[in-house]
């Protein structure tokens, strides 16, 4: 009879959790939905009042009678800035993760482990004001050096104005997902199974060997999921980025000049002063951020569902 109660309890337990994981999952897309509905509607009404090209328009004048605006300079603007930060990123926070994780004495990890954990809770308006006051006027340097060896791509061409560009709003959003992206490999490495590691040891494996065999295929698809969580925070970052980039609706070849604009940028400069179809503006340029999240998302779960079966993960 106990082993009968016991065994109807945890069913009932059972049946509790399945419930409320349900609904949870269930209210997740229902809010989902929402969002994007309410995302939609407004940017159909904005994209109908607009008298220039939604996607081509190198203007934003959504207060103007007729109004004409565009992202193309805006989706320019996020796309490179979050791709400079994750090219500068994931390398170095894949290294300090496999510092903390496998190189460094127990002690020094865990004091590492403890300031990454901190930098990642750090408001992104603290980093923003630490790039407009130190950042941007060390970046100058820099920026004359790329442009002495590298200024004939054009793309690294630089003319001296304040460094107030998307390689400098990169530069900024790479330190700020850093942490994040640290944090999260860190522990996917943290889990590779000791008998994997112990086995290449014992085949005479040097440590460098069983990282490179057990330790990064292992935590491969850990490592992608990480980058897209950075990759998330860059896209969508807006304090630190408005307080960092010189605002226009041009789009520069060179990475280093003063100029261009985000989507969350945008949003959080112009949404005070705009009026009713500004704001709908706003919220279709909010719409495209939101599919662009939701395609890089996409994309993330398509390759780990790839390469699962390669990882080790599910052994």
């Known amino acids: 009879m106990p082993a009968t109660k016991k065994n109807t309890d945890t069913r009932l337990g059972d049946r509790v959790f399945s419930t409320l994981s349900k609904g949870s999952g269930i209210a997740l897309l229902v809010i989902m939905a929402a969002i994007a509905v309410f995302l939609a509607i407004r940017a159909v009404v904005a994209i109908g009042e607009d008298e220039g090209n939604f996607l081509t328009t190198f203007e934003w004048d959504a207060n103007a009678d007729p109004p004409v605006f565009g992202i193309a300079v805006l989706l320019f603007g996020t796309v490179v800035s979050s791709v400079i930060a994750m090219a500068l990123a994931v390398p170095v926070a894949v290294g300090i993760a496999l510092f903390i994780s496998h190189y460094a004495p127990r002690r020094l990890a865990t ?7 901190l930098l990642a809770a750090v408001p992104s308006i603290i980093y923003g ?5 130190y950042l941007v006027p060390h970046m100058t340097g820099l920026f004359l050096w790329l442009d002495q060896f590298f200024g004939w791509t054009g793309v690294l061409a630089y003319d001296g104005t304040p460094a107030r560009s998307l390689m400098t709003v990169g530069i900024l959003l790479a330190i700020m997902i850093l942490p994040i992206i640290t944090s999260v ?15 290449a040891l014992a085949l005479g494996a040097t440590r460098w060997e069983v990282v490179r065999m057990t330790v990064l295929p292992f935590g491969r698809s850990g ?24 605002p226009s609706f041009l789009i ?6 003063s100029g261009g604009g985000t989507f969350a940028q945008n949003i959080a400069s112009q949404f005070k002063e705009a009026g009713s179809t500004g704001r709908d ?25 790839r390469r699962r079966e390669y990882s080790g993960a599910n052994a």
């Open 129 to 133: 004001l630490w790039g407009a006051l």
């Open 223 to 246: 490592v992608i999921s990480a980058s897209m969580l950075g990759l998330g925070r860059a896209l969508g970052e807006t304090m630190a980025v408005a307080t960092v980039l010189s």
């Open 111 to 117: 004091t590492i482990g403890y300031v990454v954990d």
């Open 281 to 305: 503006a706003l919220i279709a340029s909010g719409l495209v951020l939101f599919l662009l999240t939701l395609l890089v998302n996409g994309a993330a779960r398509l390759i780990i569902a």
């Open 185 to 199: 490999t860190r522990e996917v490495f943290l889990q590779t199974p000791k008998a994997n590691q112990e086995a």
């Open 252 to 257: 520069d070849p060179s990475l280093l000049e």
